[in-house]
Structures are given as structure tokens and as C-alpha cells.
């Protein structure tokens, strides 16, 4: 992330919206791509694209090792698959005769599906001979799985099933690969098997209904429901088993099945819309899911940094900004307000200041700004900076940075509010969606990406280390 001055004026560009910017270097480039895609369509960006573009920033890192760690970061500690996926079937490809390939790919695969996924990535791009790393890592990772992982994930009707990574990587022989190989490995209840079970033998509506109250009081009653598969059917609990539901919120805020569940943030966000549609039924129940799913979210952000000094937190809500991109936004300037007791300002082709109150719930603050959030509108840096009325420690813009009114960067006007204000503020520039450009020279602020919490654990080591997103990848071994 050090550019010398020159470099970084050497490398003004122009954005996806048609604005005057600057390009990331190739690193943080890959790196905010690999923390903010999930290879779906965006408002500057196909799905298609986004892959495109893993292999093309790919090309721009001689240091492969390093592609290697932030697939392997972005998978195990951010909970970002397809993306992570697509770097593995890459590096597949292209890294041949490097030792470390094989640590890789027993390290990126946190579920057996993971391989399944990687290697019908590296098909579909018309590869057909697995390279050896690849088969040896993959054997390593499947000796790791018990049971229930691998009956979970079989996916015997998948182009590329369990057994046909088994058969192809011949792993260490352990009792649940013997099964699998077998045919004797059962496929343990799930939600989705014990749903769909009970709606087969249902013989009447009132069955159905039935049936399924009971499936969610084991699934619920003997834990055996993932914390997301919870979260998702929150709706469905309340409607078809709402004697389970002070058990479920018991779930929702546990705080270790919070760490390991790798849940992003805004899931929560997307549970609440939810569970506000069922209307004004088991208004009781209701208001216990909304305070749990409130408290859940405030369990998760236990790494909110607090800094010293006087704070501003930005929040882009201009068109292309509408969506996920808002929403996630949204939850993660709450959580910055709420911290620091911060100064909030919401632009898009104007900036003004937005009252807060930090006592208010996470999700509370959240909803407002969402709702204020939705005119859309230009996509205005130079708004910022004469709208603030004060001098501030540091500044944090959550955007996807595609600034493109006004004439050039706002560079000039960042310089006139020092000027005005006696201020040098750090400029925190928090990319939501990994397009590849900036509004400020790299070497002058403190980049960051990502939708998981776990980028605020990041954002603390940033006033210490400037490299901090970085060097947090580099600490993985291989």
C-alpha cells in the first residue's frame, strides 16, 4: 500500500461510472475483490466479470504465495466461498512445480463441498488433468472430516459428487471414508432432509403441519440446526413450532456458535425484514426474536475498534449503492457510531449530517439509515468535505467508490477542509464493493474491505500498521 507520491499521480484512472480516480495496486485490488464478491451481478459488474477479473489481477502479482493466502483468508476467516473457489480452480491452472500448492489446497477447504465446488470451477474452464498438489491437499483435507460432514455433503446428484473426489485423490482410508466408499454412509438429518421428509409423508395439510412443528422441535431441541440454517428460518419456526422459540433465540446469542458460524453481518439485517413481514401473530414471539437477533448482532460486533479523538463515519447511499451494498453499509457505520459516539453524514450528489442516537439498538440505527438511505441520487466526493463543519481526528467513508460528479478527485477540496479547519485527519476508505479504484491515493489512506465483522479486527491494527489488511494475510503459512 505504499505508493510514493509520484506513482500515485502517475496512476489516476478513469472508474467504472465514468469519474476521475485512482487504480489499487494489484494486491489490495485482488484482496477487496476476494472480500466483497459473492460472483453475483453488481451495479458495475457482472458475476461473469468478477471472475474474469480474479484472473486477470491474478496475472499482475508475481507473488503467488500471497493469491494463495488471501484465497485461504477470505474463505476460513471472512465465509467467502464462490470467490475464494474461483482463486483455488486458478491457482490450479496456472501454479505448477511450488511446494506450497499442496498446504493450499488442504488449508482453503473448510467444508468437503469446498473441493467439489474447486474442482468443477476447474473443469468448467476445460481443464481435465488435476495437477498432483491439488489431489494430495484435498486427500489431506478429507482425513479431517468425520461422518456428518462428509454424509452432509455427498451431493450424489452433483456433476462432481464426494465419491468422485474420493475416487480421485485415493485419501488415507478412515472409517467415514470407508463408508463412503461402501455405500453405507448415511445421510445424518438435516434441516433440509427432515423438512422434506415430513413433507413426503405428510397424508394431509394438517400432517404436514404437523410433522414439521415436530422436525423443528428435534432439529432445534437436540442442536442439530447450523447457527445460518437458523437464522434463515426464523419465519418458519414462528409459523410452525412456536413453542421452540425461546430455545431458538437461545441459540441465536450464543456466543460460540456466533464466532464459528462464519455468518455475515447483514444476515441479520435480511433475518429482521423477515420476521417484520409475518404481521401482527405471535406478536410475543416476535418481540423475542427481534430483541435476540438484536443481541446477536452485538455479540459479533465485540471487535468494533475505539479510537481516540473525534470521528466521522460517511456513508455513500447514492444509486449504485442501493441494495446489499446500503444495507451492509449501514449495519457497519452503526456499529462505527455506536463505538465512538461518532458524527455520521450520509452524501450521494449532496452530504448532511444525520442525528444518531448510539443508545438506540445496532439494528435500530441500522433500519433508519436504510430507510433515509433510499433516495439514491449522483455519486459526489467533492460534497463531503465543505459540508463539514468541524475539525475531526479521522474520517471513514463506506462506499464502492465510484465517485463521478464533480471535476477530478476530491483531492482539492480534502486539502481546503485541512486548510479551513487546522485539521489532518486520517481518512479510513472502506471499499464495499472491491471494484478496483479509489478517490484517494492509496499511500494517503487507510484501506480497508470486506462485508464480515472480522474487518473491524483489522481496522483496529490500521493506526499501528497501514499494511494491516496486508499483513494479516501474509501471517497465514503455507
Same mark, same amino acid.
Given at each position: 500500500?505504499?505508493?510514493?507520491?509520484?506513482?500515485?499521480?502517475?496512476?489516476?484512472?478513469?472508474?467504472?461510472?465514468?469519474?476521475?480516480?485512482?487504480?489499487?495496486?494489484?494486491?489490495?485490488?485482488?484482496?477487496?475483490?476476494?472480500?466483497?464478491?459473492?460472483?453475483?451481478?453488481?451495479?458495475?459488474?457482472?458475476?461473469?466479470?468478477?471472475?474474469?477479473?480474479?484472473? /486477470?489481477?491474478?496475472?499482475? !502479482?508475481?507473488?503467488?504465495?500471497?493469491?494463495?493466502?488471501?484465497?485461504?483468508?477470505?474463505?476460513?476467516?471472512?465465509?467467502?466461498?464462490?470467490?475464494?473457489?474461483?482463486?483455488?480452480?486458478?491457482?490450479?491452472?496456472?501454479?505448477?512445480?511450488?511446494?506450497? /500448492?499442496?498446504?493450499?489446497?488442504?488449508?482453503?477447504?473448510?467444508?468437503?463441498?469446498?473441493?467439489?465446488?474447486?474442482?468443477?470451477?476447474?473443469?468448467?474452464?476445460?481443464?481435465?488433468?488435476?495437477?498432483?498438489?491439488?489431489?494430495?491437499?484435498?486427500?489431506?483435507?478429507?482425513?479431517?472430516?468425520?461422518?456428518?460432514?462428509?454424509?452432509?455433503?455427498?451431493?450424489?446428484?452433483?456433476?462432481?459428487?464426494? !465419491?468422485?473426489?474420493?475416487?480421485?485423490?485415493?485419501?488415507?482410508?478412515?472409517?467415514?471414508?470407508?463408508?463412503? !466408499?461402501?455405500?453405507?454412509?448415511? /445421510?445424518?438429518?438435516?434441516?433440509?432432509?427432515?423438512?422434506?421428509?415430513?413433507?413426503?409423508?405428510?397424508?394431509?395439510?394438517?400432517?404436514?403441519?404437523?410433522?414439521?412443528?415436530?422436525?423443528?422441535?428435534?432439529?432445534?431441541?437436540?442442536?442439530?440446526?447450523?447457527?445460518?440454517?437458523?437464522?434463515?428460518?426464523?419465519?418458519?419456526?414462528?409459523?410452525?413450532?412456536?413453542?421452540?422459540?425461546?430455545?431458538?433465540?437461545?441459540?441465536?446469542?450464543?456466543?460460540?456458535?456466533?464466532?464459528?458460524?462464519?455468518?455475515?453481518?447483514?444476515?441479520?439485517?435480511?433475518?429482521?425484514?423477515?420476521?417484520?413481514?409475518?404481521?401482527?401473530?405471535?406478536?410475543?414471539?416476535?418481540?423475542?426474536?427481534?430483541?435476540?437477533?438484536?443481541?446477536?448482532?452485538?455479540?459479533?460486533?465485540?471487535?468494533?475498534?475505539?479510537?481516540?479523538?473525534?470521528?466521522?463515519?460517511?456513508?455513500?447511499?447514492?444509486?449504485?449503492?442501493?441494495?446489499?451494498?446500503?444495507?451492509?453499509?449501514?449495519?457497519?457505520? /452503526?456499529?462505527?457510531?455506536?463505538?465512538?459516539?461518532?458524527?455520521?453524514?450520509?452524501?450521494?450528489?449532496?452530504?448532511?449530517?444525520?442525528?444518531?442516537?448510539?443508545?438506540?439498538?445496532?439494528?435500530? !440505527?441500522?433500519?433508519?439509515?436504510?430507510?433515509?438511505?433510499?433516495?439514491?441520487?449522483?455519486?459526489?466526493?467533492?460534497?463531503?468535505?465543505?459540508?463539514?463543519?468541524?475539525?475531526?481526528?479521522?474520517?471513514?467513508?463506506?462506499?464502492?467508490?465510484?465517485?463521478?460528479?464533480?471535476?477530478?478527485?476530491?483531492?482539492?477540496?480534502?486539502?481546503?477542509?485541512?486548510?479551513?479547519?487546522?485539521?489532518?485527519?486520517?481518512?479510513?476508505?472502506?471499499?464495499?464493493?472491491?471494484?478496483?479504484?479509489?478517490?484517494?491515493?492509496?499511500?494517503?489512506?487507510?484501506?480497508?474491505?470486506?462485508?464480515?465483522?472480522?474487518?473491524?479486527?483489522?481496522?483496529?491494527?490500521?493506526?499501528?500498521?497501514?499494511?494491516?489488511?496486508?499483513?494479516?494475510?501474509?501471517?497465514?503459512?503455507?
Amino acid at each position: 500500500m505504499k505508493f510514493n507520491s509520484k506513482t500515485s499521480l502517475s496512476t489516476r484512472i478513469i472508474n467504472r461510472a465514468g469519474g476521475d480516480a485512482y487504480v489499487e495496486s494489484p494486491k489490495l485490488a485482488f484482496v477487496s475483490l476476494l472480500l466483497t464478491s459473492f460472483v453475483k451481478d453488481q451495479y458495475y459488474r457482472s458475476g461473469n466479470e468478477s471472475l474474469e477479473e480474479v484472473s /486477470t489481477l491474478m496475472d499482475q !502479482i508475481p507473488d503467488k504465495r500471497f493469491v494463495a493466502k488471501a484465497a485461504i483468508y477470505a474463505r476460513t476467516k471472512f465465509g467467502m466461498r464462490s470467490i475464494s473457489h474461483a482463486v483455488a480452480g486458478e491457482i490450479a491452472k496456472k501454479v505448477k512445480n511450488e511446494q506450497w /500448492t499442496k498446504n493450499f489446497f488442504d488449508k482453503i477447504i473448510y467444508r468437503p463441498d469446498d473441493m467439489m465446488e474447486i474442482l468443477a470451477y476447474y473443469y468448467a474452464g476445460g481443464s481435465k488433468n488435476e495437477p498432483n498438489a491439488l489431489r494430495k491437499g484435498f486427500a489431506k483435507a478429507l482425513a479431517r472430516f468425520d461422518e456428518y460432514s462428509l454424509g452432509k455433503y455427498k451431493k450424489d446428484g452433483a456433476e462432481v459428487s464426494l !465419491i468422485d473426489i474420493v475416487n480421485l485423490v485415493h485419501p488415507k482410508s478412515t472409517p467415514a471414508i470407508s463408508k463412503l !466408499i461402501k455405500g453405507t454412509l448415511k /445421510t445424518p438429518e438435516t434441516w433440509e432432509t427432515k423438512l422434506t421428509s415430513a413433507g413426503q409423508k405428510a397424508s394431509s395439510e394438517e400432517d404436514k403441519e404437523e410433522r414439521k412443528k415436530e422436525a423443528w422441535t428435534s432439529l432445534i431441541g437436540e442442536r442439530k440446526i447450523g447457527y445460518f440454517a437458523l437464522l434463515r428460518n426464523l419465519r418458519n419456526i414462528l409459523q410452525q413450532a412456536p413453542e421452540m422459540v425461546d430455545q431458538a433465540c437461545g441459540l441465536l446469542i450464543d456466543e460460540n456458535l456466533i464466532q464459528k458460524s462464519l455468518v455475515l453481518p447483514f444476515r441479520y439485517v435480511t433475518a429482521i425484514d423477515e420476521i417484520v413481514q409475518v404481521g401482527n401473530e405471535n406478536t410475543a414471539n416476535i418481540r423475542k426474536i427481534l430483541v435476540a437477533i438484536n443481541k446477536a448482532v452485538d455479540i459479533s460486533m465485540v471487535n468494533v475498534p475505539k479510537f481516540d479523538g473525534d470521528t466521522l463515519v460517511v456513508l455513500d447511499i447514492s444509486g449504485s449503492m442501493q441494495g446489499q451494498p446500503l444495507k451492509i453499509g449501514a449495519l457497519f457505520a /452503526t456499529a462505527l457510531v455506536k463505538s465512538n459516539n461518532a458524527d455520521f453524514m450520509m452524501f450521494s450528489d449532496h452530504a448532511k449530517y444525520i442525528n444518531l442516537n448510539p443508545l438506540d439498538s445496532t439494528l435500530s !440505527i441500522t433500519a433508519q439509515i436504510e430507510k433515509d438511505g433510499t433516495m439514491g441520487g449522483g455519486t459526489d466526493f467533492h460534497c463531503i468535505f465543505p459540508a463539514i463543519n468541524k475539525k475531526y481526528d479521522r474520517i471513514v467513508i463506506l462506499s464502492d467508490m465510484q465517485g463521478w460528479m464533480g471535476d477530478g478527485t476530491p483531492m482539492p477540496v480534502f486539502e481546503e477542509y485541512k486548510k479551513r479547519t487546522g485539521s489532518n485527519p486520517k481518512v479510513y476508505s472502506f471499499d464495499l464493493q472491491g471494484y478496483g479504484s479509489m478517490q484517494f491515493p492509496e499511500n494517503n489512506v487507510f484501506a480497508i474491505a470486506g462485508f464480515s465483522e472480522k474487518i473491524f479486527s483489522v481496522i483496529k491494527l490500521l493506526e499501528q500498521d497501514k499494511q494491516a489488511l496486508i499483513n494479516e494475510i501474509e501471517k497465514i503459512e503455507l
